[in-house]
């Protein structure tokens, strides 16, 4: 399925390191979202893009810093980041936001921090 | 208080057998309810919306207990192919800022 597209599948990265993750929908949706899922947790949304502004930063720290350039992408940019950070990094997107719309994911990014 | 709750499991359970489980949400104010399917290393799937009336899918039947604030999910002649963590999502509306909360998820082994 090529609905969203997530880049890289898997990434390890050193605390000092700099990477971004890239995320591409298909679907001619609206908004955009990212999510961290940690083992046993529920799913964490931590940024929502609608029309490619930002709507909602659920107190995310300042490592993790969002861009949509248009309503296809979206990137989530790290830089010093953390062990406890290792976690699936899943991206989603739906036809609008803030309706009980189907969000579709993608396959995610499983990062480590080391 | 957690605002999805659901009992993490695993539920092991042979083929050919009815499963239920349920999930509860804080929120008496939530508008819809659905249950996402996440199979192992992979992404949640949207599985079933939630209707008032309760509905059916095939071996899945969701209801919805307002009264009781909670969700749950029936599947009957479980299959190999059922074995996921299932998902509980609920949508508070304006209460949750437009967002949809997310349960920690109820891991399902179906074994032969």
């Known amino acids: 399925e090529t609905g969203v597209t997530q880049t890289p599948r898997h990434l390890v990265m050193g605390m000092t390191n700099k990477k971004s993750l890239k995320c591409e929908q298909h679907?001619?949706?609206?908004?955009m979202y990212w999510y961290k899922q940690s083992a046993k947790k529920p799913l964490e949304l931590m940024f929502v893009?609608?029309?490619?502004?930002?709507?909602e930063n659920n107190s995310v720290p300042s490592r993790f810093s969002p861009e949509c350039p248009n309503s296809s992408h979206l990137f989530l940019h790290l830089h010093t980041l953390q062990p406890e950070d290792s976690a699936l990094y899943l991206c989603?997107?739906?036809?609008?936001?803030?309706?009980?719309?189907?969000?579709?994911f993608g396959p995610g990014t499983r990062l480590t921090v080391t | 208080r957690k605002e999805v709750e659901q009992d993490p499991g695993p539920f092991n359970v042979p083929e050919g057998a009815t499963v239920a489980f349920n999930c509860t949400y804080s929120?008496?104010?939530?508008?819809?309810f659905f249950w996402y399917r996440q199979d192992c290393r992979k992404e949640p799937k949207l599985l079933m919306s939630?209707?008032?009336?309760?509905n059916e899918d095939g071996r899945f039947t969701a209801q919805l207990n307002r009264a009781s604030q909670y969700i749950s999910l029936l599947i009957r002649d479980s299959k190999l192919s059922d074995s996921a963590t299932y998902l509980c999502?609920?949508?508070?509306?304006?209460?949750?800022?437009?967002?949809?909360?997310w349960g920690a998820g109820t891991k399902l082994i179906i074994k032969p």
């Open positions: 989603a997107s739906s036809q609008v936001y803030g309706k009980n719309y189907e969000q579709y």
């Open positions: 679907l001619g949706h609206n908004a």
């Open positions: 893009y609608s029309l490619e502004e930002r709507v």
């Open positions: 929120n008496s104010a939530s508008q819809s």
């Open positions: 939630v209707y008032s009336s309760g």
């Open positions: 999502v609920v949508f508070g509306g304006m209460d949750s800022n437009y967002q949809l909360i």
